[in-house]
């Protein structure tokens, strides 16, 4: 995929830009706080509907304005599409892709597809299982965009059934229990359906990543990817993970009801990351913890070359001058065939790299200009 034209408006700290990037490597070289970051969230914000740092919106128009837009032109292999951003405080951000309003931010799955490498990666492995959830979903987000609608269906009939068990509507433990099967059934199907797509997910992905591991370690070390449900579907369902979904909400019920919000099920998922027999996660040193960060990232980006025939767009920031040569090399080799937005301090890594013709652009308070 190719972005061939970005334009923005009133976004962050840029009051208008246009860029008409390379098709190879774009380096977005400057000092601290003048906008870099910012250029590669347009980007992110484009590929998943949502910034990478932020929850909020509001603070991606330009400080003291009313709105802010982001633009771009896309060449892919199925045609080029135009992908519009508009921001209003205290409104929805509308979508539109080819002039046409989305409904749902879901319709913009998989027109733009982009792999971000940044600094907080190593979060996927040292952080909460909350963020190892969050990578399959936006992953499978990307890949399926069916697997973005029945997430959403999964957290709405979760957030009802939580609504339940709150303290103020406990009165009558028996009316609570049959208001709660209602949303066991909606839970279950959904439920299940998030289980068998991150299981086969996790399992492509996972050999990916322990031949990757393998190659950046000097064949130092075996880097294992398993889903852990938290449902276990063998024992439970006997494989049918709708079964075992359904009868862990069953048995549940009065620890949920006690508890005061629902115990099991695929919003308790883990990603288990094994390196030489041993949780990375625990006992893996920071240098074994960074490889097994890029090596599940270089993975997903293998993988979305594979399902989809064609090159994301790939969203390098600060990351290259915080990893040793192996590794390095190991993502620079990845960047060979992408379009490539790279940011950075100064370029002398990326010379000392073995970079040449860096086709560059100098970030400055809010604006690009070419090197
Ligand atoms: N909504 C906003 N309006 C105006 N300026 C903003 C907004 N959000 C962030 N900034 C400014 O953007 C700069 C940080 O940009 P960033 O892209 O993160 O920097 P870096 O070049 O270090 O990656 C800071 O100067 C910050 O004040
Ligand atoms: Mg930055």
């Known amino acids: 995929m190719l972005i061939e034209r970005l334009k923005l408006n009133d976004f962050r700290n840029y009051e208008s830009l246009l860029l008409r990037p390379d098709s190879g490597l774009n380096v977005i070289v400057g000092e601290n706080a003048q906008g870099k970051t910012n250029a590669v969230e347009a980007i992110f914000l484009c590929a998943f509907g949502r910034s990478h740092r932020t929850a909020k919106d509001a603070e991606l128009i330009r400080a003291g304005f009313a709105g802010g837009y982001v633009g771009m032109d ?3 292999k199925s045609g080029s ?3 519009e951003i508009k921001l209003k405080s205290g409104e929805r951000k509308q979508i539109f892709i080819d002039k046409l309003m989305a409904k749902r931010t879901g319709e ?5 597809n982009a792999v971000m490498f940044s600094p907080e990666d190593l979060e996927l492995v040292k952080g909460a299982p909350a963020e190892r959830r969050r990578f399959m979903d ?3 987000s990307q890949l399926r965009p069916a697997y973005y609608y029945t997430l959403q269906r999964y957290n709405a009939a979760l957030r009802q059934r939580n609504a339940l068990l709150k303290p103020d509507a406990k009165a009558d433990m028996n009316a609570v229990r049959q208001q709660l099967y209602i949303w066991d059934e ?4 959904t439920g299940a359906e998030i289980m068998r797509m991150r299981a086969e997910f996790v399992q492509r992905l996972g050999l990916i990543a322990s031949r990757l591991h393998r190659q950046i370690s000097g064949e130092r070390e075996a880097l294992l990817v398993r889903y852990a449900p938290d449902v276990d579907i063998e024992r439970m369902g006997g494989g049918d993970a709708e079964a075992a979904l ?7 019920a009065l620890d949920d009801i006690r508890r005061g919000y629902t115990g099991a099920g695929p919003h308790r998922d883990e990603l ?5 027999g041993t949780n990375v996660r625990v006992f893996g040193s920071q240098g074994q913890q960074r490889t097994a960060a890029l090596s599940l990232k270089l993975s997903e980006l293998e993988l979305i070359k594979g399902e989809t025939g064609e090159s994301p767009v790939l969203l390098l920031d600060d990351v290259l001058s915080e990893l040793d040569e192996p590794r390095q090399r190991a993502l ?3 960047m060979s065939d992408c379009q490539t937005f790279l940011t950075c301090t100064t370029l002398e890594g990326l010379k000392r790299a073995g970079l040449k013709g860096i086709n560059a652009w100098r970030c400055a308070a809010g604006t690009l200009t070419r090197e």
Do not use: D, F, P, V
């Open 74 to 76: 896309i060449q892919a």
């Open 81 to 83: 599409r135009t992908i």
């Open 108 to 112: 913009l799955m998989g027109a733009l």
């Open 138 to 140: 936006m992953e499978l």
């Open 186 to 189: 909606q839970l279950s199907k």
């Open 246 to 252: 359904s009868e862990a909400l069953y048995n549940g």
């Open 272 to 276: 288990e990351l094994n390196l030489n």
């Open 332 to 334: 620079l080799e990845a």
